[in-house]
């Protein structure tokens, strides 16, 4: 697999983004919960945002149409 991920295929690229969204959530929980930060309201939207990013990139990564009319719905 090449190292430039614009060019990883169409699966490896969601399900980066899947990890990268999961690993971004992970440490803001880590953080709340063991280091005593306190989220403000904003970070708690960006935790919403990031869990539907990551469970869009999850669907995409386990789906991965083939065709051009898969990949445009």
Request: hydrophobic letters at 50%.
């Amino acid at each position: 697999m090449s190292p430039n991920p614009f060019r990883w295929p169409f699966r490896a690229q969601f399900l980066f983004g899947f990890l990268v969204c999961a690993g971004l959530l992970g440490f803001a929980l880590y953080s709340e919960h063991y280091l005593g930060l306190i989220p403000c309201p904003l970070c708690m939207f960006q935790r919403y945002a990031f869990v539907a990013l990551g469970i869009i990139c999850l669907i995409g990564g386990l789906h991965a149409p083939k065709g051009s009319l898969g990949r445009g719905l």
